[in-house]
Nanobody
Framework: QVMLEESGGGSVQAGGSLRLACTAS????????YGWFRQAPGKEREFVAL????????FYADSVKGRFTISRDNPTNILYLQMNNLKPEDTAVYYC???????????????WGQGTQVTVAS
């Protein structure tokens, strides 16, 4: 089992930036896949980005491609989501999750954090 904790959320103006962090309670397994998801008010949770912990390319939702960057720091077991040029439609609770399959389907992820709120004002 792994515990995940998100941080870095907050309120920004449109066009601003935030960096989210997701701290894992233990070192990821070699086949771990980490993802970011978000849930806006009144909407279902949706995929944002994913990356294989031990190498490989990242994959992004079309809505964030070119603006968001997912990365990880191996020594500290921290996953990041750098969010630039934020838009009001990016307002949501952001969750990190870990699984073992390189998929955007939420069902592929076994462990989830509690989420962190991101609010983008117009």
């Amino acid at each position: 089992q792994v515990m995940l904790e998100e941080s870095g959320g907050g309120s920004v103006q449109a066009g601003g930036s935030l960096r989210l962090a997701c701290t894992a309670s233990r070192r990821p397994y070699s086949n771990s896949v980490y993802g970011w998801f978000r849930q806006a008010p009144g909407k279902e949770r949706e995929f944002v980005a994913l990356v294989r912990w031990h190498g490989g390319s990242a994959f992004y939702a079309d809505s964030v491609k070119g603006r968001f960057t997912i990365s990880r720091d191996n020594p500290t077991n921290i996953l990041y989501l750098q969010m630039n040029n934020l838009k009001p439609e990016d307002t949501a609770v952001y969750y990190c999750a870990v699984g073992s399959r390189y998929e955007r389907d939420q069902k592929a992820y076994d462990y989830w954090g509690q989420g962190t709120q991101v609010t983008v004002a117009s």
